[in-house]
């Protein structure tokens, strides 16, 4: 993979544009999310991408697998799930 390098600032409210190269490289538009992720002295920005149809089934069967094979029930992960949302309240 070609690197490409590009310069830009931090404005005063702590925004960054994303040189038009780069936007143009990863097909960024506008709206789009992406997760930024800090370093010690760095920072990733990586584009939140919707998997494809058939990568999406792969990881279902996949994750299934492992429930399985570690004896995760339904009601084990919705559990999970009420008291991850009930934390966050």
Same mark, same amino acid.
Request: aromatic content about 2%.
């Given at each position: ?9 931090v404005s005063s409210k702590g925004q960054v544009v994303l040189p038009r190269a780069i936007r143009h490289k990863l097909h960024i538009q506008k ?5 930024? !992720? ?7 920005? /990586?584009? *939140? ?20 094979? !570690? ?7 919705? /559990?999970? *799930? ?8």
């Amino acid at each position: 993979m070609e690197h490409l390098v590009e310069m830009t600032k931090v404005s005063s409210k702590g925004q960054v544009v994303l040189p038009r190269a780069i936007r143009h490289k990863l097909h960024i538009q506008k709206g789009e999310q992406l997760i930024v !992720v800090c370093g010690d002295d760095s920072v990733l920005l /990586k584009k *939140i991408e919707t998997p494809l149809k058939e990568r999406f089934t792969e990881m279902m069967k996949t994750s299934q697998t492992w429930a399985k094979k !570690v004896g995760l029930t339904r009601t084990d992960i919705q /559990k999970a *799930i009420r008291e991850v949302r009930q934390r966050s309240k």
